[in-house]
């Protein structure tokens, strides 16, 4: 997989072709849909996230895209991010079906991602984990206490696998500082109030108890450089930039400056 620094990746725009269904869970109304991309010209299906749905906006889409480039950045698998072209024609093919009002009040760039096709399905919370999966869970914990995540949770774990390989997704409510739903003025020293939603994350319980040492994962934090947030400001859409980007990596580089107190916090808190 490669990182956005890569000098070979290029973020898909996909012309929307054609809308299946609706998604029967999420808050977003995620849609499946077909759609060919501008640059390689291949046809896929994706999942788009309309722009006016519910608590969707340039701000959420922004989080998305962003969150998704942190996790592809650092070697996590996170389901392909895309910017969906929605236009007027593709947006009448919809009417009187569903996605129809979402997608005619969503005309232009939307947030989507590359449908990952069957085999995958949830996890079931505390199950057995083989080895690989317990990598990739120990990773995806690391990563939403980073980014604030509080919305992996038990009850909603926004992430599927075929057995070996879990695909995470769902972003839009990451950087919890941003929205005030995650206060904390030194991210690197996790706190009581940081233990609520924490202790709510999917894999906590199935960490906890258990010795594990982050190490590796808060090492590679170096390659969130410069480098990458001048090519993720590139990849952004110019209306979807708002002050909160700064804000963002601010936060991060704090925490990133803070790392070995950081290491010490998240490895004390599964003891």
């Known amino acids: 997989m490669l990182r956005i620094t890569d000098k070979e990746y290029f973020l898909p ?8 269904s609706e998604f029967g869970t999420g808050t977003t109304k995620p849609m499946l849909i077909r759609g060919v991309c501008r640059t390689t010209h291949e046809k896929s299906d994706y999942v788009v ?3 006016n749905s519910p608590r969707m906006s340039f701000e959420s889409s922004c989080r998305e895209l ?7 950045e650092l070697g996590l698998n996170v389901a392909e991010p895309a910017l969906i072209n929605v236009t007027s024609n593709f947006a009448d093919s919809l009417r009187g079906k569903e996605g129809f009002n979402n997608a005619i009040n969503s005309i232009g760039l939307n947030y989507g991602s590359k449908f990952f096709g069957p085999g995958f399905m949830e996890l079931i919370h505390k199950q057995h984990l083989n080895e690989e999966q317990l990598v990739q869970a120990k990773q995806i914990f690391a990563l939403d206490i980073f980014i604030s995540n509080a919305d992996r ?17 769902d972003h ?10 995650i206060k904390n003025p030194t991210p690197w020293i996790i706190g009581e109030s940081d233990m609520i939603w924490i202790k709510n994350h999917f894999f906590y319980s199935t960490l906890k108890g258990n010795e594990h040492n982050f190490i590796t994962f808060v090492e590679g934090l170096y ?5 990458f947030w001048e090519k993720a400001n590139s ?20 925490l990133i400056n803070n790392r070995e107190i950081f290491l ?5 808190l599964i003891l």
């Open 13 to 20: 725009i996909i012309e929307a072709l054609q809308g299946f």
């Open 49 to 51: 996230k309309y722009l």
């Open 66 to 72: 962003l969150a998704s480039f942190i996790a592809r």
């Open 153 to 169: 949770r038990i009850d909603k774990q926004n992430m599927l696998t075929n057995g070996t390989k879990i695909i995470i997704f």
């Open 172 to 181: 839009e409510l990451a950087f919890g500082f941003i929205m005030d739903i």
């Open 223 to 227: 390659v969130l450089d410069d480098n």
């Open 235 to 254: 990849l952004i859409p110019n209306e979807w930039k708002t002050g909160q980007i700064s804000k963002i990596r601010q936060n991060l580089m704090d």
């Open 264 to 268: 010490n916090e998240i490895n004390r």
